[in-house]
């Protein structure tokens, strides 16, 4: 069964560092999202992307973040200057259409650890 | 996107079937209801999902009221392995939004 994969596993970096997390959505899938928790707290939405472009974004997802699909496979999230507050499982998931019926598949996660 | 009230948690023996509750009083005609669960800190996970009619697959089922106005996620023989958070979410279908919005879910503790 396809699956979103998203590397690495677990990011360990410098507060002011620049981190880019990678996800591979399912192939045939052309909706993207960005979600993030932080340790005992709810998932969040961050932003989504369809056609080269950010559809959504949440009022978390400011100036320090940004996505890209710089291939036909790869979907990535950078944060430019790291925060200890960033500190979070970042997954990101997929849908296959815009149809809004169809199925978000979330990918097993980035845990990023900003010290 | 209509809210969600559901049990913070329960607990269901092994082997017996677990009946998960949501409320979602202000749904309205274009929302779905569907059910994730997060096993520790993995990635949701997509149980199930439906709109007005009941609904199973080969994890769950899913039953919804005549008014839509609550549902139940069963899981018929219910596993050590199906310990997770499970959340109900509303959502919107068509165009416009298509975030998923999480509560705080309901903590399944599966007990031998």
């Known amino acids: 069964e396809p699956e979103v994969t998203q590397t690495p596993s677990h990011q360990v970096t410098q507060m ?19 979600y993030r928790q932080i340790l005992g707290q709810k998932v969040e939405f961050l932003v989504s992307f369809y056609n080269n472009e950010i559809s959504e974004k949440s009022e978390i997802f400011d100036d320090q973040f940004s996505v890209e699909r ?10 430019r200057s790291t925060k200890l507050e960033d500190s979070a499982m970042y997954f ?24 | 996107d209509a809210k969600t009230t559901q049990p913070p948690s329960m607990d269901c023996a092994e082997g017996r079937a677990a009946n998960l509750p949501c409320n979602h009083s202000t749904i309205s005609g274009n929302e779905y209801v569907y059910w994730y669960r997060q096993i520790h800190s993995q990635g949701p ?3 199930i999902h439906g709109l007005k009619n009941n609904e199973t697959n080969e994890m769950a089922s899913l039953i919804i009221t005549e008014d839509r106005k609550s549902s139940t ?3 018929p023989h219910a596993t050590l392995r199906d310990t997770a958070v499970y959340y109900c979410i509303v959502r919107r279908k068509g165009a416009g939004s298509y975030q998923l919005t999480f509560g705080k879910g309901t903590k399944l503790s599966v007990i031998p």
């Open chain 2, 73 to 75: 996620l069963i899981l």
């Open chain 1, 70 to 79: 710089p291939d036909g496979s790869n979907f990535t999230l950078k944060i």
């Open chain 2, 45 to 47: 996970q997509y149980i």
């Open chain 1, 92 to 115: 990101c998931a997929s849908t296959r259409d815009s149809a809004g019926t169809d199925t978000q598949y979330f990918g097993p996660g980035t845990r990023l650890t900003v010290l």
């Open chain 1, 16 to 34: 002011g560092q620049e981190v880019i997390l990678r996800c591979v959505p399912i192939s045939n899938h052309l909706y993207f999202y960005w």
